[in-house]
């Protein structure tokens, strides 16, 4: 009994959001503006590809209010794009505290987005 190929009409390949593999951190994060609030390896996410090879390629990485989710670029990641680097979560000297999260976009910002865990952010005085 041979074996007939698989045949597959009408058939659409979904896109799959990107994901984070590791999460800022969740204690409050304390540093004076204009210092670097922590950093996410290379390995933190991933942009949905089923190709492991390619699972890091081309992802935007923007800081928004935890809340309305409103960019925030006064809290920025260093680089905010490209393909298996690590990321350094940056602050300006106009900084505020609050609660801010990651927004992970795939195809270099132009894909499908995902938000990370909130995290705290309390400058020093």
């Given at each position: 009994s041979g074996?007939?190929?698989?045949?597959?009409?009408?058939?659409?390949?979904?896109?799959?959001?990107p994901s984070f593999?590791?999460?800022?951190?969740?204690?409050p994060?304390?540093?004076?503006?204009?210092?670097?609030?922590f950093t996410m390896t290379a390995d933190s996410f991933l942009n949905g590809s089923a190709d492991t090879n390619r699972n890091k390629e081309q992802l935007f990485i923007s800081v928004v209010n935890s809340t309305t989710e409103a960019l925030y670029p006064e809290i920025y990641a260093t680089p905010n794009t490209g393909s298996g680097q690590d990321r350094i979560i940056q602050s300006t000297p106009q900084a505020v505290d609050g609660n801010y999260k990651l927004k992970l976009t795939d195809a270099n910002g132009n894909g499908l987005s995902t938000l990370s865990n909130s995290f705290n952010v309390i400058f020093n005085v």
């Amino acid at each position: 009994s041979g074996q007939s190929p698989i045949q597959l009409r009408n058939c659409q390949l979904q896109n799959v959001a990107p994901s984070f593999v590791n999460q800022p951190p969740t204690s409050p994060i304390r540093v004076d503006k204009g210092q670097d609030l922590f950093t996410m390896t290379a390995d933190s996410f991933l942009n949905g590809s089923a190709d492991t090879n390619r699972n890091k390629e081309q992802l935007f990485i923007s800081v928004v209010n935890s809340t309305t989710e409103a960019l925030y670029p006064e809290i920025y990641a260093t680089p905010n794009t490209g393909s298996g680097q690590d990321r350094i979560i940056q602050s300006t000297p106009q900084a505020v505290d609050g609660n801010y999260k990651l927004k992970l976009t795939d195809a270099n910002g132009n894909g499908l987005s995902t938000l990370s865990n909130s995290f705290n952010v309390i400058f020093n005085v």
